[in-house]
């Protein structure tokens, strides 16, 4: 294949066209980012924001929110044994972390799937001693709802071996 003058000319137009594009474009996009910053320094001026709650975080939130706000003479006995209960099931997660992070010295396994069955047993003594929990306050009954199906997939990733 030869290559003509015509292609050659071709070529730089097609150059130039991109050089004088892309010069143009810089000085377009240093000033809309110039605009935008200080649209933003002017809206943050002297607010901080905290990071964004991410999964089952929110009820935990919401629960620490309400915790730190409502006395808790306001609570029914009910309400305050489902709190403590949970309270402990999160403990015992906290448990179960530390013993898979030992990993499979001195049996730290066998020990976290025993604190992962007692998590469980926990969750299903917590539903049956409250059945109407999600009616009575959803946001309780939501966060015993995602316990119960962190203990059932860790054990699911258990029992399939995933961490052998």
Do not use: C
Not at 38 to 54: C, F, L, N, R
């Amino acid at each position: 294949m030869k290559i003509t003058q015509e292609q050659i000319n071709a070529l730089r137009q097609a150059d130039s066209q991109d050089q004088s594009r892309t010069t143009a474009e810089a000085g377009v996009f240093e000033s809309l980012l110039n605009r935008e910053v200080q649209g933003i320094e002017a809206q943050d001026a002297g607010t901080i924001s905290a990071p964004p709650i991410s999964g089952g975080m929110h009820e935990i939130a919401s629960l620490l929110q309400a915790e730190g706000t409502a006395p808790a003479q306001d609570l029914t006995e009910k309400e305050r044994t489902a709190m403590e209960n949970v309270d402990s099931l999160l403990t015992e997660w906290e448990n179960y972390a530390d013993q898979l992070a030992s990993g499979s010295q001195e049996g730290g396994l066998r020990e976290a799937y025993g604190v992962l069955e007692h998590i469980e047993s926990g969750v299903q003594k917590l539903k049956q001693d409250w059945p109407g929990m999600s009616e009575d306050n959803p946001g309780m009954g939501s966060l015993v709802n995602e316990l119960e199906v962190m203990a059932v997939t860790e054990k699911i990733k258990f029992n399939r071996g995933d961490y052998i």
